[in-house]
């Protein structure tokens, strides 16, 4: 025989216990069982409510239970053919009314003991109990209602009465012995040898039906809730939680302590001590296979088994150089906790011996307190130990499995994803079974945490990256385009999942955090009523705290820099063309950097020197592998190179100007680019990448542009002026070329030194071929003296910048 327990959302409304009537037929095709019945989902509640109500004097208490009458009431309408209802319905008439009275006498006493309250708390499940086992003979099941407080004995610790199991034991057996129907029982409910009601507590109902299994010796125990078994993690704050098909009760009970809310570790303890399977079993979804959880693990290539979590605990510590060496510290704390029933979940202590940590209920933080500090009052007082500390808003997270002490770097990897993602571990604990380690965060973390967990150690590789971008003209709106278009190609073949959670531009922003459609961001941030500014769009950023977060910021501006230090403090990486951080003052540049990497994120500018081509990253190469750099020698605007390509005999200057500003190769300000302070910045940044501690003001720039051309007070003034120079671009580029030379913007780093300017190179230079909007970059170093590594490639345009973009988000994917 197995046991089958229906939990109050199973059981919630007529509907539902129709399809449990539809369950309980196929078990018994099967081999015969046993039922136990929680009350309709939120009865139990209720009825707390209209206890303490009528208790305080309130007759408003009238109406709860008239609301509670018409549920049951209404349950026998719809549940029951007519003509059965008349003494079905009288019978559940005679049990309100009970409840009435006893309402009654509490309203007049105005008073409400532990014994009354468990009296009127039996109500929900002997009601539905009642309600289940007549409509079950419509079925023509041979249903019989038992009489819980008949056959499971307590004592009198009314709200949490414990269970006298010899006796208990041995009046179900008999029970069972002297009947041959479908045994009905109500959860939750037993009574003392005076026959006082009483209720078992949180997890009575699976407690009643554990007990009764265990009496019987069943074959199996079957939960049956709202959720399709025991879940890798809390589906509510994880999207990607998945069923687990078989648990050892270890790590159920694992779980369940810390926080899995399927079971509740003392109500299974019955069919623990007997060896008896238990399986969770979803009633809204009969077909799906559940957790079956027995004495073995089961065969699984799963490192862990589980993320479990307590949203809410306080950590207490003692700490004081006078506990050194002393014995006795400890018992005497935890003494003192008991002394209130004070539960500790956590308990973590120094290897000096200097500190003791246990993390406990918050509501319990200030008793803790007193307690301790009034058992410590001797050392408190003469300087031996210091005053307790008591911190609020904390988590407890655990990573839960037997297989964990077969398997090498759980650890590793576990605290190395939290330190990535900027999580700060406050305390840790782990048992020398290996089953279990448990650690403290911040409450605000926990969410990010649990989804950082399991995407680990169950994704199969899978990281979702989440992007916040600010900036949306043509290189923000093309890598929008870029990784809209190639982002079922990461998932499948890289098992990257980029989401991008919020973007902005100067007028608005609009966040998603689970992840903008891309094909309709525009519509999105149109539509949106939020202003942007920047110091809310960082708020909003942080505050989300999403996992693998990265902001991106392709605008050019100077204010969207100064979110960089916070955003890398709250564990957030930057990748950004904007080479306003890295081209500023040194302190900031090196600042950063360092953040970055004491952090765990990544700050990547790639962009900032050759647009989509690998520059700083092969000059980091270099570098980092111990080679040393002699001299860079490079073409850094993609926008000068392509002027003076495409400056040709019968091609005017201004027009080739103009053309670069149409195709969105210059900046819409062409002498932003012509004016080589761009230029300067990239060779800056190069330096520094290099090793030199240099300012801007440190490069040496020439510029070739007329001064009234500079000085225009418009691009349109400027393209006005830009003409009466066409001559004079012209009588250089004759020269130039009569002598078998081009012209190039060239930028050098040599001997600590940058310098950028127009020069002349001939055929046997490699400046010489590059053609079009190409940028080349020189490599002279100790390795490379002989002839210098080179990189080249299109060096502007806003596909090749923000595929530049893309590059350095997909390095944090594998980071």
Known sequence: ?????????????????????????????????????????????Q?????????????????????IEKRHMSAVSELLPVHNQSYVLADVKVLLNELEDVLQGLFLLKELTPKSRDFVMSFGERLNSSIITEYFKTLGLPAELADCRKLILTD???????????????????????????????????????NETTTLGRGGSDYTAAIIAAAINASLLEIWTDVDGMMTADPRKVKKTFTLEQLSYKEALELSHFGAKVLYPPSVQPVLAKNIPLKIKNTFNP???????TEQTGHSNLAIKGISSIDSVALVTLNGSGMVGVSGFAMRLFSALARKRINVILITQASSEHSITVAIAPVDAPAAKQLIEEEFSRELQAGQVEPVVVEEGQSVLAIVGENMRNTPNISGRLFSALGKNGINVRAIAQGSSENNISFVISQTDSRKALNVIHEAFFLSGTKVLNIFLIGTGLVGSTLLEQLQSQADYLLTNHSVEIRVAGVANRRKMFFEEEGIHLSEWKKALESS???????????????????????????????????????????????????????????????????????????LYETNVGAGLP?????????????????????????????????????????????????GYSEPDPRIDMNGVDVARKILILSREAGANLEFSDVVSENFLPDDCRKATSV???????????????????????????????????????????????????????????????????????????????????AVTAAGVFADIIRIADF
């Open 287 to 293: 077909s799906a296979p559940g957790t079956l959880i």
């Open 156 to 194: 009198n610790n009314f709200g949490n009465a414990a269970v006298n199991f010899e006796v208990t034991y041995k009046r179900i057996a008999d029970h069972f012995n002297g009947s041959a129907n479908l045994l009905i029982f109500p959860g939750f409910i037993g009574a003392t040898e005076l």
């Open 716 to 798: 349109e003034e400027f393209f006005q002026i830009l003409p009466r120079y066409d001559e004079y671009f012209e009588n250089i580029r004759r020269k130039t070329e009569s002598e078998g030379r081009r012209q190039r913007y060239v930028a050098v780093y040599e001997n600590n030194t940058a310098k950028t300017g127009l020069r002349t190179v001939d055929q046997s230079h490699p400046f010489y071929q590059v053609e079009g909007n190409d940028n080349m970059v020189l490599f002279t170093t100790e390795r490379y003296k002989a002839r210098p590594l080179i990189v080249k490639g299109a060096g502007a345009g806003a």
């Open 529 to 603: 009523n939020e202003p942007m500014e920047r110091a809310i769009f960082a708020k909003k950023m942080h505050e989300l705290n999403l996992r693998n977060s990265i902001l991106v910021d392709c605008t050019a501006s100077a204010e969207i820099v100064e979110l960089y230090e916070a955003a890398l403090k709250h564990g957030i990486s930057i990748v950004t063309p904007n080479k306003v951080a890295c081209s500023g003052p040194y302190d900031t540049y090196r600042h950063l950097k360092q953040l970055a990497s004491r952090r765990g994120v990544k700050f």
């Open 1 to 45: 025989m197995k046991v089958l327990k229906f939990g109050g959302t199973s059981v919630k409304s007529p509907e539902m216990i129709r399809k449990v009537g539809s369950i309980v037929k196929d078990a018994l095709a099967q081999e015969p069982v046993a039922l136990v019945f929680s009350a309709m989902s939120g009865v139990t509640d």
């Open 47 to 67: 009825l707390a409510n209209v206890a303490m109500l009528a208790s305080q004097g309130n007759d408003t208490y009238i109406q709860s239970f008239k609301e």
């Open 615 to 663: 520059v700083i990253k092969t000059l980091n190469d270099l570098t980092q592998s111990g080679d040393k750099i002699i001299r860079i020698e490079a073409i850094l605007s993609g926008t000068l190179n392509f002027l003076f390509n495409e400056h040709k005999a019968g091609v005017s200057f201004s027009s080739v100007v103009k053309q670069a500003q149409e195709l």
